[in-house]
């Protein structure tokens, strides 16, 4: 088996290869908007991807990002917009007649046909010869790491194997454009987090585009060059993994993609290249000058746990220069032990609640606070994020 594979069996493409000229994305949608009855499900969202790109579309549920997945995978057509696909305008198209191919969230298996005959149906559908057919199963067997398996039928497979049967047959006939409706749901984790990184070495491997739709942050930020998030059928942010974590958009970007604390803004004033904020549940925060513009009424200061550090006595470090720091008084009055990191809740003074992330260094709780304990919770103006509200 050769390392890198042709992309699209132009025989299993009716409606003729995609190549996307120079500079071009490979896929370009267009102001695509599906509704049913009177739910928008996709409202008008245009969106650029690149070949050989791992592409996210991450939302909550009802977000319509399995709806905009299936109208990639021409299952779906769209009520306004168009999906181009190397120039070529595919929104009509059928299924069939789409160098994409899609695995879905069950994998829809067949299940009175061995792993062999799933992984080569939709070669023999397509018209290849049978030497070629046999060739090709070969080499996906063994991209999948599937041998042995050969003769078994889906029930005798483990949740993992069957995966991998659906992934060999989405790729066998070699689509220009793979789509993954949340393929690793029904893994455990630890198996998941393992099939996380052969999808993309594999991805890697074969150069070809892959679109994954998830609801989990972390499998988004894990395996994608770029994530789309989705809410209520648009796009409200494309991103980088580190630039929609560390600089969302909105406060419900920013809530959605991870953990962050958030306090309600009640006033501002600028002090050079930063900003004096006052909130009311802890009290005046100096914070960087925001990326974005900040209306004067309604605006969040925004703070990951992991940003927030913990001292008996405060940073004493910075003596001396209180302005530059933001300090807040309390008591812990929550822990959660999770192996590498423990949370803690810090009920502040001021009247709020900060949570606090903290890399457990140490084997034993030589430096862990208790339930109840005086604390400092202090960050830096940098570690703030305005966001409007």
């Avoid at 908007?33 to 579309?57: W, Y």
């Avoid at 991450?58 to 319509?64: A, D, K, Q, T």
């Avoid at 790491?145 to 060999?168: F, N, W």
Wanted: with cysteine; hydrophobic share 40%.
């Amino acid at each position: 088996m050769t390392d890198e594979l042709p992309r699209t069996d132009t025989a299993a493409n009716a409606a003729g290869d995609a190549h996307p000229a120079a500079g071009e994305p490979l896929l370009r949608i267009e102001g695509v908007a599906k509704t049913f009855g009177t739910f928008r499900a996709v409202d008008g969202v245009s969106l650029d991807i690149k070949a050989g790109e791992f592409f996210a579309l991450l939302g909550p549920s009802g977000c319509g990002k399995t709806t905009l997945l299936r109208m990639l995978a021409g299952f779906e057509a769209p009520d306004e917009g168009r999906i181009l696909l190397g120039g070529k305008d595919i929104a009509q198209a059928l299924p069939h007649q789409r160098p994409i191919n899609m695995m879905f969230q069950n994998y829809a298996l067949f299940p009175h046909l061995s792993v062999r005959d799933n992984i080569a149906f939709g070669l023999k559908r397509a018209g290849m010869a049978r030497a070629d057919i046999a060739t090709r199963v070969a080499e996906m067997v063994a991209l999948v790491k599937l041998d042995g398996l050969e003769k078994r039928k889906p029930d005798q497979l483990s949740g993992g194997q069957r995966q991998r049967v659906a992934l060999a047959r989405a790729l066998a006939r070699r689509p220009q454009l793979l789509l993954l409706d949340e393929p690793l749901a029904a893994l455990d984790k630890k198996l998941r987090e393992n099939t996380q990184g052969e999808l993309m070495e594999l991805q890697r491997r074969l150069g070809m585009t892959f679109i994954i739709v998830t609801h989990d942050q972390e499998e988004a930020m894990t395996m994608a060059d770029r994530i789309g998030v989705m809410n209520a059928g648009k796009l409200a942010q494309v991103a980088g993994p580190r630039e929609l974590y560390e600089a969302p958009r909105s406060r419900w970007i920013a809530q959605f993609v991870g953990d962050v604390n958030l306090f309600d803004a009640e006033s501002k004033l600028r002090d050079g290249h930063r900003l004096v904020i006052g909130t009311r549940d802890a009290g005046t925060l100096v914070v960087a000058e925001p990326r974005q513009p900040v209306g004067e009424s309604r605006f969040s200061v925004a703070i990951r746990p992991e940003k927030v550090k913990l001292s008996r006595r405060g940073p004493a470090s910075e003596a001396g220069h209180e302005t530059a720091i933001n300090r807040l008084d309390g008591v812990i009055a929550d822990i959660c032990y999770l192996g590498g990191t423990t949370t803690y809740k810090v009920k502040l003074d001021a009247g709020g609640v900060v949570q606090a992330s903290v890399a457990n260094s140490a084997r034993l709780d030589v430096d862990a606070y208790s339930l109840n304990q005086q604390i400092v919770a202090w960050f830096s103006p940098d570690d703030c994020v305005v966001l409007p509200s």
